[in-house]
T-cell receptor
């Protein structure tokens, strides 16, 4: 079955380190998204991509970057991790086809702790 | 400003219908109402969506008022497994991703 997977599921790092969270989907969806979730804030959009070589900033993009070199993957990089980036990160994908419901398919999340 | 307004929490007895309201008074004509839920710390799961007609699927029913300024998600026979946070979002059918803001949702607690 097609799926969307995130890795690692849990990560502890130190302030200032570079961290990359992987997201891989096998649906061949063009649209991919990264969210973070913190208590009291719901899900907030970090970055998104509509296809290969396309990336866009969401509402909380400072300190994060993404790249889209193929359809299946959208890695999220924290260039210099900060304690404020301790959070649970969710990747999602969707199809742009008109016949689709437009729903987002989410991964299981990556819990990042920055000490 | 928030696009949708939901009560922070609700309770429901197992086996009864759970009715979760959502206010979206500034919804535009091309915007759909989508509902997702998030069980514990899992990724959110799509439930249902609609434009102006009521919709039903195997998970739930969606009732949208005639003026489209509010909607209600109905879980007809709630079970303990329906305990989750329910998110109502509005967005165009084709993406304008500044609309993909989930907010804090309604925490539904189903009790025995």
């Amino acid at each position: 079955d097609a799926e969307i997977t995130q890795s690692p599921r849990h990560k502890i790092t130190e302030t200032g380190r570079q961290v990359t969270l992987a997201c891989h989907q096998t649906w061949n969806h063009n649209n991919m998204f990264w969210y973070r979730q913190d208590l009291g804030h719901g899900l907030r959009l970090i970055h998104y991509s509509y296809g290969v070589q396309d990336t866009n900033k969401g509402e909380v993009s400072d300190g994060y970057s993404v790249s889209r070199s193929n359809t299946e993957d959208l890695p999220l990089t924290l260039e210099s991790a900060a304690s404020s980036q301790t959070s649970v990160y969710f990747c999602a994908s969707s199809s742009e086809l008109a016949s689709n419901t437009g729903e987002l398919f989410f991964g299981e999340g990556s819990r990042l702790t920055v000490l | 400003d928030a696009k949708t307004t939901q009560p922070p929490s609700m309770d429901c007895a197992e086996g009864r219908a759970a009715n979760l309201p959502c206010n979206h008074s500034t919804i535009s004509g091309n915007e759909y109402v989508y509902w997702y839920r998030q069980i514990h710390s899992q990724g959110p799961q799509y439930i249902i969506h609609g434009l102006k007609n009521n919709e039903t699927n195997e998970m739930a029913s969606l009732i949208i008022t005639e003026d489209r300024k509010s909607s209600t998600l109905i879980l007809p026979h709630a079970t303990l497994r329906d305990t989750a946070v329910y998110y109502c979002i509005v967005r165009p059918r084709s993406y304008n991703t500044d609309k993909l803001i989930f907010g804090t949702g309604t925490r539904l607690q189903v009790f025995p």
